[in-house]
């Protein structure tokens, strides 16, 4: 089963857009950064790892999050990537600025799996009206 012609990804012309916009970087390691890239598109033995959007959106977060692609700016790149990801997609975040951050250091913190992102995201998301 191959990805979701219908998804549309970012890529990493939209997060140096999101670097030079928010003013955070430089870049340290864009190899980094194109890995959190493509980890939602991943597909093993033909199928999905992340065959749901907010799964792949999760996975998105979790790899900027973690990897530490920038010197400065992780989670911001991470957040914004996702909110974008997710918008590009017809969801959006709701969630209030200290819900929002709290989250946010959790992830970079290691503190959440993957399911646990996605968990978040599935009670914090709603359609672009």
Known sequence: MSSDPRIRYIDIEDIASLIAHLGIGPIRDVGLIESSLHRPRAVVFGMETYPDLLEKAAALLHS?????????????????????????NGLRVRANTLENLEFMLECARGDLELEQITDWLREHSDPVA
């Open 64 to 88: 900027l999050a973690r990897n530490h692609a920038l010197f400065d700016g992780n989670k911001r790149i991470a957040w914004a990537s996702m909110v974008l990801f997710l918008r590009l």
